[in-house]
């Protein structure tokens, strides 16, 4: 799974595309018997049922239930980069941007060159203002995948964010019209005085208004 839904707090008009965000598709039900998770005690859960469960269960508020589950997909999947953008999910969610990086870590680890993980450990990087440890993951998984959209965009933000507009402008007028192009130029801007800030010594994770 690649992480491609909207991060509330960060630029808006295609600025940060789609990241860490879900729609859960299912219910679970109280009374179900068997395993806890949907196939019972004789059938072990599938990745697709480990990854839905901690979904719910993280709707839910149930993050230590959830965590139990994403522990499960790395343990009995760990070749797959979804066991770990899942858990990375899950701990954003609740404001553990360190601890998804981590984890980030820990898959690229085992998948080394990963462009998914690359891509969402620099979104990740980025929220905590590391815009230069940001631009290292974004290049790397442009490089792997140059033409999916969703890299090239990350790495024109993280241009403009460094004050490289041409560069910036280049890239994003290969995924976006020209006037969210020029709209996004203007927001990365107004962002670029706050990821100033952090480097001259403010200890603080910037927020980007969208």
């Known amino acids: 799974m690649k992480l491609r839904s909207t991060l509330g707090s960060m630029l808006a008009c295609g600025l940060l595309v789609s990241v860490f965000g ?3 598709g299912c219910t679970t039900s109280a009374d179900k018997d068997g395993d806890w998770f949907a196939g019972g005690a004789e059938l072990p859960p599938s990745e697709d049922t480990l990854r839905m469960t901690a979904r719910i269960l993280a709707a839910k508020g149930e993050y230590a239930k959830a965590g139990n589950a994403v522990d499960r997909m790395i343990a009995e ?3 797959n980069p979804s066991s770990y953008t ?8 609740q404001g553990r941007v ?3 990086i981590q984890l980030l870590d820990l898959g690229l680890e085992r998948l080394p060159g990963n462009p998914v993980l690359l891509n969402d450990r620099g979104l990740c ?3 905590e203002a590391d815009l230069p440890g ?8 442009l490089d792997v995948d140059p033409r999916d959209a969703d890299y090239v965009a990350n790495m024109a933000l993280v241009l403009a964010l460094a004050g490289d507009e041409e560069a910036s402008r280049s890239l994003w007028s290969r ?9 996004n130029l203007k927001l990365a801007r107004e ?5 100033s800030s952090v480097e001259a010594g403010h200890p603080t994770t910037v927020e980007i208004d969208g």
Request: aromatic content about 8%.
């Open 22 to 24: 879900w729609s859960p």
């Open 125 to 127: 990087r980025l929220l």
């Open 98 to 100: 360190l601890d998804a």
């Open 191 to 195: 962002a670029r005085a706050r990821f």
């Open 134 to 141: 940001a631009t290292i993951d974004f290049a790397a998984a």
């Open 77 to 79: 999947h760990p070749r």
């Open 175 to 183: 995924v976006l019209p020209p006037d969210a192009v020029e709209s």
């Open 86 to 93: 899942e858990g990375a999910e899950i701990l954003l969610q």
